[in-house]
């Protein structure tokens, strides 16, 4: 998913606002904040799913100390 943001906001980018209309300046405008938008929740979502790794192998671990006991 980083990959097809990252490309979005390169092509966005490219585009010569010089020639825009005010309502497609406007529409740019907002395309690159709902990018901006879906980049940090792909950043919220990857912390998320590293915490989620660490609570799983507490979980484990806890599994597995209390199975040898």
Do not use: F, K
Not at 4 to 11: R, Y
Not at 24 to 44: D, K, V, Y
Not at 62 to 69: I, K, P
């Amino acid at each position: 998913m980083a990959d097809t943001i990252a490309e979005t906001v390169d092509l966005l980018y490219t585009i010569d606002q010089d020639n825009l209309t005010l309502d497609q300046q406007i529409a740019l405008g907002s395309a690159l904040a709902a990018l901006a938008q879906a980049e940090r929740l792909e950043q919220i979502n990857e912390r998320l799913r590293g915490i989620h790794q660490v609570l799983n192998t507490w979980a484990l671990r806890a599994a597995t100390s209390v199975d040898s006991r």
